[in-house]
C-alpha cells in the first residue's frame, strides 16, 4: 500500500474516527489497494460540525485581520505548489487520470487559494441613500459552517473551488471528498495545518455518500451545503438540506453542446472537439458529450475525428498517456452499458466502442475512446450523461436547428460554438440555454470565471466573485440619526 492509513481531521487533530474502520481506496489503472482510509460515520460528521462551529466564533479565525486570513490562504496556495508534483502523482494513482492533466488540475487548486486569498480583505458592503434621517449600510457577514460533498473527477481541484472561498468569507468548513478518491483532500488538510490554518476551520471526513455525505447534507448546524455530482444525489441532498431551510449550491451533470459550423476553424475545431470529450476519459460534468456539426463538413469532420481517435493512447496515469482509466468499476460498467444502449438505439459506431483489454489494460477500467455518428436527439445517448469516452455525434443543417438540438436536454452547463461569423456565434450565446459559453474554444475560462448550470445541471454560480454570494450574506443596517 503506497499511502497505508489514512486518517480524517477534525478540530486540528488527525483521528482513525468513531468507529475505527477503514475502507480501501484503489488504483484504477491496476486494481492494487493505494490506502486504507478512515471511514467517517455520522458520529464523525457531529464532531465535525461541532467543532466548525466552535472555530467559527474562536478569536483565532473570527479575530484574525481579514488581510491576516488573506495571507493564510496565499500559504496554503504556496504549500499546494511546492507539493505541486507529489499531489498531482497521488491524484493520478488515485483516479487514474493522465499525469499532464493532474498537473494542470493543481495548478488550478492553488489559483482557488491565490484568487480568494486575495479577496479576503475586499469583501465590503454598501451604503444605501435613504433619507437624510437615516444611515443606512450592508455588510457581507460569513454563512456559517458550510458543507462541501465533492465528487471522484476533480478530487483536489474541485474540493478547492468551494472551500477557498468559504475561507476566504470568514466561513469554517467541513469537506467531504468522494469515497473513491480521498487521498488528496486529505494531504490539503496536512497542508491546510502547516500553513498554520486554526484547528476546527478545515475539517475533511472521508466517507461513503449513503453514510457520511447524507448525514452532513441534511446536518441541523451546518449553514450552506455545496455540492457536485448527480443530478440524482442533487436532489437528495437539495432535499436534506430543505429540512433545515439551509442554501445550497449545485453543480450537477451536463450533456453539453459543442456546435461546428462550416465556416469554422477546421484545425482548432477538431482539435477542440477532442479535449471537449477525451480531457479526463470524458469525466467532466462540462465535457463536450454531443458533437452537432453542420452537414456540409459533416463526413470531413468525422473522419478526422476517427483518425485522430485512432491514434489516442491509453494506459496508467503515470504514463501520461491521452486517456487513463475510469474511475472505477461501477463507472466501467456504466459507461459500457450506454455504448452497448447506443448500438441498440442504431448510432453508428464510427471507431471504439468497446473496453480496452490489451496486454496491462485488462487489469485496469480502460474503455476505448468512442465516437457514435447518425445520433437522433431523442436516443438516450443523446439525451444522458455517460460520463465516459464516448462522443455522440448529430449532424445539423443551419443555425436554428444547432439551437433547437443544443437545447433538447434537462442540462444546461455549458456549450461551445465554432463559427467565423461574429453574428452568429453572439446570437447562439444568447438563445442556447446554459450557465457557459465557449466561442471558438472549449473550456475557456479559468477559476475567474463564474460557473455553474441552468436546468438540472443546477444553480448557484462557483468560481470568480460570483461564488462569493453562497457563501456570504448581507445583513442590511439602518440607522436613525436624528
Ligand atoms: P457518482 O454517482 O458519480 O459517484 P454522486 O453524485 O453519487 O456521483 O457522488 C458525488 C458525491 O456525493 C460523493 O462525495 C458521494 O459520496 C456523495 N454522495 C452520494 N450520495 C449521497 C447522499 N445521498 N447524500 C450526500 N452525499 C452523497
Known amino acids: 500500500m503506497k499511502y497505508g492509513k489514512r486518517k480524517m481531521l477534525i478540530a486540528g487533530e488527525w483521528t ?37 462551529r466552535r472555530a467559527l466564533h474562536h478569536p483565532t479565525w473570527a479575530g484574525l485581520p481579514h488581510a491576516a486570513r488573506g495571507r493564510l490562504l496565499y500559504r496554503i496556495a504556496a504549500l499546494i505548489r511546492t507539493h505541486a508534483e507529489e499531489l498531482a502523482e497521488m ?64 478530487p483536489l481541484a474541485i474540493a478547492c473551488r468551494g472551500v477557498a472561498p468559504a475561507l476566504a468569507a470568514g466561513n469554517t468548513v467541513v469537506l467531504k471528498p468522494a469515497e473513491q478518491t480521498p487521498l488528496t483532500a486529505l494531504r490539503l488538510g496536512e497542508l491546510a495545518m ?20 447524507a448525514h452532513l447534507a441534511g446536518h441541523p448546524h451546518i449553514n450552506h451545503v455545496t455540492f457536485t455530482g448527480s443530478v440524482e444525489t442533487g436532489i437528495a441532498v437539495m432535499k436534506a438540506a430543505a429540512n433545515n431551510v439551509v442554501p445550497v449550491t449545485l453543480e450537477l451533470g451536463g450533456k453539453s453542446p459543442n456546435i461546428v459550423f462550416a465556416d ?63 474511475v472505477s468499476e461501477e ?49 438516450r445517448i443523446a439525451q444522458e450523461e455517460i460520463f465516459g469516452p464516448v462522443l455522440s455525434i448529430l449532424p445539423f443543417r443551419d443555425a436554428e436547428e444547432a439551437v433547437a438540438i443544443a437545447n433538447d436536454v434537462s442540462y444546461g452547463l455549458v456549450a461551445a460554438i465554432w463559427t467565423r461569423d461574429i453574428g452568429t456565434a453572439h446570437r447562439l450565446a444568447a ?52
Open 16 to 52: 482513525e474516527g468513531s468507529t475505527g474502520e477503514t475502507f480501501p481506496t484503489i488504483d484504477p489503472a491496476t486494481r492494487e489497494v493505494l490506502a486504507e482510509v478512515a471511514r467517517g460515520t455520522a458520529a464523525d460528521i457531529d464532531q465535525a460540525v461541532e467543532a466548525a
Open 91 to 154: 491524484e493520478t494513482l488515485d483516479c487514474g487520470k493522465p499525469l499532464s492533466q493532474s498537473r494542470a488540475d493543481m495548478e488550478t487548486a492553488a489559483q482557488y487559494f491565490e484568487y480568494y486569498a486575495g479577496v479576503a480583505d475586499k469583501l465590503f458592503g454598501t451604503t444605501i441613500p435613504i433619507s437624510p434621517q437615516y444611515f443606512d449600510y450592508t455588510v457581507r457577514e460569513p454563512i456559517g459552517v458550510t458543507a462541501h460533498i465533492v465528487p471522484w473527477n476533480f
Open 194 to 213: 502547516e500553513a498554520g490554518l486554526p484547528p476546527g476551520v478545515l475539517n475533511i471526513v472521508p466517507g461513503f455518500g449513503h453514510d457520511a455525505g
Open 264 to 326: 469554422a476553424r477546421f484545425e482548432d475545431a477538431i482539435a477542440g472537439a477532442m479535449k471537449a470529450i477525451f480531457s479526463n476519459a470524458g469525466q467532466v460534468c462540462s465535457a463536450g458529450s454531443r458533437l452537432l456539426v453542420q452537414q456540409e463538413i459533416h463526413d470531413r469532420f468525422v473522419q478526422e475525428l476517427a483518425r485522430r481517435t485512432a491514434t489516442l493512447r491509453l494506459g496508467a496515469g503515470l504514463e501520461d498517456p491521452d486517456l487513463g482509466p475510469l
Open 331 to 379: 463507472q466501467f460498467q456504466r459507461v459500457l452499458h450506454y455504448i452497448d444502449l447506443g448500438k441498440r438505439e442504431g448510432a453508428q459506431v464510427v471507431i471504439g466502442g468497446e473496453p480496452a483489454t490489451e496486454g496491462p489494460l485488462r487489469q485496469g477500467f480502460f474503455v476505448k475512446p468512442t465516437l457514435f455518428d447518425a445520433v437522433r436527439s431523442e436516443m
Open 431 to 482: 438563445q442556447i440555454k446554459a450557465g457557459q459559453i465557449f466561442i471558438n474554444n472549449y473550456f475557456g475560462g479559468g477559476v475567474a470565471t463564474p460557473f455553474g448550470g441552468y436546468k438540472k445541471s443546477g444553480f448557484g454560480r462557483e468560481k470568480g466573485i460570483e461564488a462569493l454570494q453562497s457563501y456570504t450574506q448581507v445583513k442590511n443596517v439602518c440607522v436613525t440619526l436624528d
